[in-house]
């Protein structure tokens, strides 16, 4: 059974900073493509950023684009979300969620997903 942790939410200000971290257990997490999705209360789950399972290529949605990174340690099965320059309408639960494809930033292709951890961004 495939089980995804997701830990770092919290309360910060605009303007600050967060590391979000997601811990991976019971599958091949070298061989998974990766993502971070997030939603908002009365909206859909969006996609933010994905990593490749060989770390080469990363995709960003334009809202985090220069403010957000992703990155991957396959030796402890765990993927990380830098956000910097959070602002208010980054407010969101956040997820990590596994993938079997190659890449996508379809949430219909990611099979596992995490209980998702808060993220509050006040102005």
């Known amino acids: 059974q495939v089980q995804l942790a997701e830990s770092g939410g919290g309360l910060v200000q605009a303007g600050g900073s967060l590391r979000l971290s997601c811990a991976a257990s019971?599958?091949?997490?070298?061989?998974?493509?990766m993502g971070w999705f997030r939603q908002a209360p009365g909206k859909e789950r969006e996609f933010v950023a994905s990593?490749?399972?060989?770390?080469?290529?990363?995709t960003y949605a334009d809202s985090g684009k220069g403010r957000f990174i992703i990155s991957r340690d396959n030796a402890k099965s765990t993927v990380y979300l830098q956000m910097n320059s959070l602002k208010p309408e980054d407010t969101a639960r956040y997820y990590c969620?596994?993938?079997?494809?190659?890449?996508?930033?379809?949430?219909?292709?990611?099979?596992?997903w995490g209980q998702g951890t808060q993220v509050t961004v006040s102005s």
């Open positions: 969620a596994a993938s079997k494809l190659g890449w996508s930033q379809s949430l219909h292709d990611y099979s596992y």
């Open positions: 019971g599958h091949t997490f070298s061989r998974s493509l």
């Open positions: 990593i490749s399972s060989t770390n080469v290529r990363t």
